[in-house]
């Protein structure tokens, strides 16, 4: 009887280690995702709402075309900020490993280079049509990244 009573307190103490393990690996799992998820959705609402400063910059570039005024200040800003999205974008790969979030964020940064491109041709309003439009591509392409990124999240 003691020989089975020692084996029973040694199969429980066995459990208790093995539960208490698994317990504590789960725990760190659960708390490692909802870190990353975290992490996403902070990245996520940085760069949804950091993108209205390439609009802002843009309209000050427009301002200049129209009021005749030198455009050179207001491109150079313009480039600047572009530069800038393209690296927020290049941020987001770090937490997103996903194959349609590097594929928009590619087709986004594609969108921001083709929009640069067209700076130096808009020099009088007769000349902007290809700038906007490209702008209004950047913004569609935002747009597609950012809903991309909020399916991952």
Known sequence: MKAWLES???AA?????ISGLISVIGANVVDSRSKIRQTRIEQTL?????NDQLFIVSQGYIK???????????????????????RAAEDLKITFHDKEVDDAISAYE????????TIKEAVD???MK????????????QIELTNRLMKNV
């Open 110 to 117: 594609k969108s921001l280079t083709s929009y640069g491109d």
């Open 130 to 141: 290809d700038w906007l439009e490209r702008l209004g591509q950047v913004h569609d392409k």
């Open 13 to 17: 103490i066995i459990s208790a280690t």
């Open 64 to 86: 200049d075309i129209i009021t005749s005024s030198d455009t050179k200040r207001d491109a150079e800003t313009v480039h600047a900020e572009i530069g800038r999205q393209i």
């Open 8 to 10: 029973a307190l040694v």
């Open 125 to 127: 309003p007769t000349k």
């Open 46 to 50: 940085k760069f949804s709402t950091g």
